[in-house]
């Protein structure tokens, strides 16, 4: 739902998301802003950023064991995952597409 969007508009679009997870992205968002205005030093509302890249992966799977009747047990998988975030500028360069 973010990738492209400035980042004015992608925390807009996670605050008044309906989904649970979209709180958890928009403090990630705003780490991730963080991060930008302490490595270059200047300040995200100059610069015009925007979300470059977002994906999850899967991360490590906790693995449980829950009893079963007749001495069975049944195994749980406790899955977590990795969000990558990845800030960029914008940038106006047109490639050409002229075809003879």
Do not use: C
Request: glycine content about 8%.
């Amino acid at each position: 739902m973010i990738r492209g969007e400035g980042v004015e508009k992608a925390s807009g679009i996670l605050q008044f998301s309906k989904q649970d997870a979209a709180r958890r992205l928009e403090k990630l968002l705003w780490s991730a802003i963080a991060n930008y205005e302490e490595k270059s030093g200047e300040s995200w509302e100059g610069s015009e950023l925007v979300v470059k890249e977002i994906m999850v992966d899967s991360g490590r799977v906790l693995k449980r064991i829950q009893p079963a009747p007749q001495g069975r047990a049944h195994r749980i998988r406790k899955r977590s995952n990795h969000v990558t975030l990845i800030l960029g500028t914008k940038e106006n360069t047109v490639e050409d597409g002229a075809e003879n």
